[in-house]
């Protein structure tokens, strides 16, 4: 056994059996396995950011990888189903064939209910909104008593009410009273005058109003006002900017009346 083991044949088969090992060492790590895993190529991953879903998609075929979308946000200033963030970031070097996973942005604005802001300060209108998910848009500032008091408040043109629901992060604009000053205006007469009349009569002559109060039954045609407050004495002035209270006969209208706040182009 020891003369076998001190022979030149076992010293022979010795080293071959190293020496194939080695070269199985080298073959497997620096051949197969580089050849294996794509070793030396690597692909830029592109700035997928604020692309919609189906360019974003189209570009990464492009470059050789894949794609998985894995979550959904809102972003109102985006396209719906575009990109909000990507893993990996751009830039990144990866292989061929990666998937690249994608938070895109919802299809539908999730909703919020509108808060109290009617009758409260701007500021304090401005802070409810924001505390809701809601921005601030236009503000138009018309004669009121009341100096920097919501009036109203639309979204896209259309009045709305506290608890109504809208899109997450949508504009409002304000109806804001800018106060009455010393400007006098000559009292005028609105009993037996058409609602939308008289509403617009107030507007021209810089004076606010309530929404109107219907009351079925009330002496008078439909829609035509039959009682306001402050009551008209002839020759009476009042100051520019206070409120009136129309009463008006009949059932109120399924959409409130436009012009509500005044129609003065004071924004500002």
């Known amino acids: 056994m020891w003369s076998y083991l001190k022979s030149r044949e076992f010293k022979l088969t010795a080293l071959a059996i190293l020496g194939g090992g080695m070269l199985l060492f080298v073959l497997f790590f620096f051949v197969f396995l580089p050849l294996y895993t794509n070793h030396g190529e690597a692909v830029l991953v592109p700035d997928l950011s604020r692309m919609t879903l189906d360019n974003a998609i189209e570009t990464l075929e492009d470059k050789g990888l894949r794609y998985e979308v894995v979550d959904s946000l809102y972003n109102s200033d985006l396209e719906p189903l575009a990109v909000i963030s990507q893993d990996p970031v751009k830039r990144s070097k990866v ?26 300060s701007a500021y304090q209108a401005k802070l409810r909104l924001e505390g809701a998910n809601l921005q601030v848009g236009r503000q138009e500032y018309v004669p009121h008593q009341y100096a920097n008091l919501v009036i109203a408040v639309a979204y896209k043109g259309r009045k709305i009410n506290e608890g109504d629901e809208i899109p997450k992060f949508a504009k409002l604009d304000l109806v804001i009273g800018q106060g009455m000053g010393n400007a006098k205006v000559l009292m005028p007469d609105l009993v037996g005058v058409p609602v939308d009349q008289a509403i617009a009569m107030l507007n021209r002559l810089g004076l606010s109003f309530a929404p109107p109060r219907w ?3 009330a002496p008078g045609e439909q829609g035509q006002v039959y009682q306001q407050n402050p009551k008209y004495l002839e020759g009476d002035s009042v100051n520019a900017g206070t409120e009136f209270v129309l009463f008006v006969s009949g059932e109120e209208p399924p959409e409130a009346l436009e012009g509500y706040g005044g129609d003065q182009d004071t924004t500002r």
Do not use: C, E, H, S
Not at 100 to 107: D, E, G, M, P, Q
């Open 95 to 120: 292989k061929p064939g990666r998937r690249i996973y994608l938070t895109v942005n919802k299809t539908v604005a999730p909703r919020v209910r509108v808060p109290k802001v009617v009758g409260v």
């Open 215 to 217: 009351t079925p039954g």
